[in-house]
């Protein structure tokens, strides 16, 4: 077996010795200044959520049906291959998350790192927070808000690709017609977290 092997069967394992032993590691790795994103998993309503950070802040959220493997695979290229099951460093993160689960938070603190964004996508994500908890938005307000009325369809894109679901809410952009969309979780995360907001 490998370094890398090994890595992964800690990074996987859920004995509280191998627990011990992945927190260790993490904890050495980040001293030592070779861990460069931290990731872990959250369950919630919408199902287990990949998380996973930086030093700038969260840079990724991931639903089950998009592939945490695939997820992280990706963030290994295009950000670093020192990667690194390390909960504690999301802990903040996953607080947030269950106080919003939980109908006590309708935004967020943490700091976020957006460099899996750019151009357009990121000026419609900088814009999606400012929909209110509990409303929505149609792509095409949206699209104005950021500046290219037309861009509808780029709103839709930037939706669909948004990296930090749930954080960034762009589930509470729907269609003009107040249909709810697509959503890269799934129609059915998509209803819970509207429904969640709605209840508020």
Known sequence: MN????????STSDSAVEQNLRERLAALAAEAGLLDVAYRTLDTPVGSLLLAATDRGLVRVAFPSQDHDAVLQTLAEQISPRILRAPARLDRVAHEIDEYFLGERTSFD????????????????????????????????????????????????ACALNP?????????????????GQYAGGPEAKSILLTLEAAA
């Not at 370094?3 to 800690?10: R, S, W």
């Not at 814009?127 to 839709?156: C, F, Q």
């Open 110 to 157: 943490v700091p976020l790192d957006f460099r899996l964004s750019k151009g357009f996508r990121l000026e419609v994500l900088h814009h999606l927070p400012e929909i209110d908890y509990g409303h929505t938005a149609s792509y095409a307000s949206v699209a104005a808000a950021a500046g290219s009325p037309k861009a509808v369809r780029a709103v839709g894109t």
């Open 3 to 10: 370094i890398p092997d090994i890595v992964y069967a800690l």
């Open 164 to 180: 930090l679901p749930v954080v960034i809410p762009c589930h509470r952009v729907v269609r003009s017609d107040g249909s709810m």
